[in-house]
């Protein structure tokens, strides 16, 4: 079952775009390694994966594959051998529920704050 409930992030921002969990099997492919990992979640603008092995550190450009679908991104967060991935061009609503099943999550409404 999807969980579509909203998540504030560390600024007290909503994130744009809802998270739908995945559990569907992935590569993760950086300049250096190729990994294979579970897709935890996912939305049109990132995912979060579990992977066998020490995810790339902060920064790094990678490639996720899973299933027909090649997204690029970047890490911007990894704890153990977990990581977070934004990708660089949102996916659609369909690519994410080609890979996710069931009916397209809305979107958030962005709340922005000044630092």
Do not use: C, Y
Not at 22 to 36: E, K, P
Not at 59 to 68: A, E, F, H, K, M
Not at 82 to 100: Q, R, W, Y
């Amino acid at each position: 079952m999807a969980d579509l409930r909203a998540r504030t992030d560390r600024f007290g921002n909503r994130r744009r775009f809802r998270r739908v969990e995945s559990g569907q099997r992935l590569i993760l492919i950086s300049v250096a390694s190729r990994m294979d990992g579970v897709l935890q979640d996912l939305s049109q603008s990132g995912a979060r994966v579990s992977l066998r092995m020490t995810p790339p550190r902060r920064g790094r450009d990678v490639l996720l594959r899973w299933g027909s679908q090649e997204i690029f991104g970047q890490v911007v967060w990894s704890s153990g051998n977990e990581a977070g991935v934004a990708f660089h061009k949102p996916i659609s609503p369909e690519e994410l529920v080609d890979t996710v099943g069931g009916e397209v999550p809305a979107a958030l409404p962005v709340g922005r704050r000044v630092l």
